[in-house]
């Protein structure tokens, strides 16, 4: 990739360089709403730029940033998309004056605005595409012999979330009521749960619309995605194991999910792809693909207790991941089940092979039988109220850094 000087001051290790350009939305100072691209520490706010008339080279419908989410600038599809990507790169090129010139009145300083939810999610999935995470589960909640359920290898598991409860990232969580069973009892109490959790994930969002029936193949899946985010999907594990059975998760997953505030587009992401690993057995044609379709994304997970001792409880990457995310979007519409711009459709649970790598406090702690060691000389098992999560990530390949910033949520007790 050939390197991009911009004129704008981008600090080193910004996770919001020239070749990201991540959309958001926010408030600012004056209570506007509208929908920026971030760059370094500063934002384009994109509907002045549209009045400025920079963008007029584009087929974009007036007052398309003036709205309350980005849903209909993605309803113009991926063309539309990388015309603006295009655009937004040459006028933050080094030597392009046009946005320089009028910059004191389109681009703003992120720390004088409010970041709030870029676009309304119609529907979420949460699938399970994780082999690691699916097998250190299973060998908690089953049998470590059958630690992985016959149907895992050959299709990308996965389950309808609600939307909801899918938060932006600062807002806090409310630690669920719920129904659960103390060890060694065989009859269930109700009270506040006391194995609250986070699962380190990813998510996509879904950027055209499909019709009854319709069917992504795999070649052309990714045309069908905007983009990506950070996802917290907190959970209450043991909420989740006592109801789980024969459905799957309901109370103890949908209290609370979190996204990161800036959506990276694919295009971002494109430097980042890496092979997948092999699929053994060979799953079903409608399942197999072409070329590199996982993302080399590092990723960890931050706890911060109530006096402010980060510690960094795991460090994984989205290049782990056994589904890819053409499968699972071939998957969820081989029936001919619909999907719509705005759809939430997330990874499951990142975890790695080596210990350090596991993307919940399930995994790290082994069920509670191994306490998280602190910077603070505290330990966890599971998260107390007080505890700030911090979920980032980034990918970096040849001084080109791409990053998302970072989710966060901190554990509040129960709404009284
Ligand atoms: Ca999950």
């Known amino acids: 990739m050939n390197k991009i000087e911009t004129w704008v001051n981008v600090p080193n290790n910004s996770d919001f360089t020239i070749y990201n350009l991540p959309y958001g939305a926010y408030t600012d100072k004056e209570g506007n709403h509208s929908f920026g691209v971030a760059i370094g520490r500063q934002i384009i706010d994109l509907n002045r730029l549209q009045e400025a008339g920079l963008l007029s080279d584009i087929n974009l419908p007036g007052g398309i940033f003036n709205r309350t989410h980005l849903n209909d600038f993605i309803a113009l599809g991926k063309p539309v998309w990388t015309s603006l990507r295009n655009r937004l790169t040459q006028l933050l090129t080094k030597g392009n004056t046009a946005l320089?010139?009028?910059?004191?009145?389109?681009?703003?300083?992120?720390?004088?605005?409010?970041?709030?939810?870029?676009?309304?999610?119609?529907?979420?999935?949460?699938?399970?595409?994780?082999?690691?995470?699916?097998?250190?589960?299973?060998?908690?909640?089953?049998?470590?012999?059958?630690?992985?359920l016959p149907n895992w290898r050959h299709l990308p598991v996965g389950y309808h979330g609600r939307s909801s409860s899918i938060y932006i990232s600062g807002t806090p969580i409310y630690r669920p009521m719920g129904q659960q069973i103390p060890k060694g009892e065989t009859q269930p109490i109700f009270g506040e749960s006391k194995r609250l959790d986070i699962e380190l994930e990813m998510a996509f969002i879904i950027g055209g619309n499909t019709t009854q029936g319709e069917c992504i193949n795999t070649s052309v899946a990714e045309d069908h995605i905007f983009g990506m985010v950070l996802f917290n999907d907190w959970s209450a594990r043991d909420i989740q194991k006592w109801e789980y059975v024969p459905l799957g998760p309901f109370l103890g997953k949908n209290f609370a999910s979190s996204i990161s505030p800036w959506i990276v587009t694919l295009d971002a992401l494109n430097p980042f792809r890496v092979a997948?690993?092999?699929?053994?057995?060979?799953?079903?044609?409608?399942?197999?693909?072409?070329?590199?379709?996982?993302?080399?994304?590092?990723?960890?997970?931050?706890?911060?207790t109530e006096a402010g001792d980060e510690t960094i409880i795991s460090r994984s990457n989205f290049k782990y991941m056994y589904w890819n995310?053409?499968?699972?979007?071939?998957?969820?519409?081989?029936?001919?089940?619909?999907?719509?711009?705005?759809?939430?459709?997330?990874?499951?649970?990142?975890?790695?092979?080596?210990?350090?790598?596991?993307?919940?406090?399930?995994?790290?702690?082994?069920?509670?039988?191994?306490?998280?060691?602190?910077?603070?000389?505290?330990?966890?098992?599971?998260?107390?109220?007080g505890d700030t999560v911090t979920l980032r990530g980034h990918g970096e390949r040849d001084d080109i850094r791409v990053g998302f910033g970072e989710v966060s949520g901190k554990i509040l007790p129960p709404k009284k």
């Not at 970041?115 to 097998?135: K, L, N, Q, V």
């Not at 997330?346 to 975890?351: F, L, Q, V, W």
Request: with cysteine; charged share 20%.
């Open 100 to 148: 320089q010139d009028k910059s004191d009145e389109i681009m703003l300083d992120q720390d004088d605005v409010k970041m709030r939810m870029p676009i309304h999610i119609g529907d979420y999935t949460d699938f399970y595409s994780s082999i690691e995470h699916a097998a250190n589960v299973g060998s908690m909640f089953r049998d470590p012999d059958k630690a992985l």
């Open 276 to 304: 997948g690993p092999v699929q053994d057995p060979k799953v079903l044609p409608y399942l197999q693909y072409q070329g590199e379709k996982n993302f080399d994304i590092h990723l960890e997970v931050a706890l911060t």
């Open 325 to 385: 995310m053409a499968q699972q979007l071939a998957h969820h519409t081989i029936n001919g089940c619909t999907i719509c711009v705005g759809d939430m459709m997330a990874s499951g649970t990142i975890s790695g092979k080596d210990k350090s790598s596991y993307g919940s406090m399930l995994e790290l702690s082994w069920a509670g039988k191994n306490p998280i060691q602190l910077n603070s000389g505290e330990t966890r098992t599971f998260l107390q109220d």
